[in-house]
Every structure is written in C-alpha cells, then in structure tokens.
C-alpha cells in the first residue's frame, strides 16, 4: 500500500518560514521523481516544484523561484519543501506526489501517488 504522509503545514505570517515534509512508504523512493503541488479555492492544481531521483535539477515555478527549495533525503523516503519569505497569495493546500518515471515533469497527471494535502495559511 502506498502511502504519502504530508507535513509542515500551517499558519504563518507574510515574510515567514514553513518547511513542509513528505515522507513515502510502499514505493521505491529513491526511483520516483517527486513533486509539490498547490491548490488554493477556485483555482486549479499547480506545480511548485519538482526533484528527480538523484536530487538534481530541481524545478520551480515563476511564482517561487528564489524562495521556496525542494530537496530529498532518499535515506529516509522524505521529499521536503522549505518555503521563505511568503506571501499571502502561497496560501493553498500543498500535495507532494510521486512520478515513477525518470524525468521530472510538471503536469499533475503525469504523477501515479499523492498524499492527502497539508493547509499552508499566509495571512497579510
């Protein structure tokens, strides 16, 4: 059975700091891309980030790059998000999800496992 067990989330104010974890069991993990979504209310599902299997080459979206770094410790099955400087407009439920492919990619449909979502609250 997998499972995707998120956490970090919560209520911070603009400028502050979350890391958000995502820890893994009943896959490979260490052969899965892995990957953060968000989802605020009434907007759709979108990549924040994604980290491949050996941890290179990480992507971000426009709206993060700068602030927000995605790593992974394979060791411990655990993808992670730390996010600086945040705004209200990062508020959203973040996903972490896991691709069983070997090129990371940005479309959520793309990705076979997702965990159940953590709240992150930036309030102004």
């Known amino acids: 059975q997998v499972q995707l067990i998120e956490s970090g989330g919560g209520l911070v104010q603009a400028g502050g700091s979350l890391r958000l974890s995502c820890t893994a069991s009943?896959?490979?993990?260490?052969?899965?891309?892995m990957g953060w979504f968000r989802q605020a209310p009434g907007k759709e599902r979108e990549c924040v980030a994604t980290i491949n299997w050996p941890g290179s080459n990480p992507y971000y979206a426009e709206s993060v790059k700068g602030r927000f770094t995605i790593s992974r410790d394979n060791a411990k099955n655990t993808v992670y998000l730390q996010m600086n400087s945040l705004k209200p407009e990062d508020t959203a439920v973040y996903y972490c999800?896991?691709?069983?492919?070997?090129?990371?990619?940005?479309?959520?449909?793309?990705?076979?496992?997702w965990g159940q979502g953590t709240q992150v609250t930036v309030s102004s």
């Open positions: 999800a896991a691709d069983r492919s070997w090129v990371a990619k940005t479309a959520s449909y793309e990705y076979d496992y």
């Open positions: 009943g896959i490979t993990f260490s052969r899965n891309v």
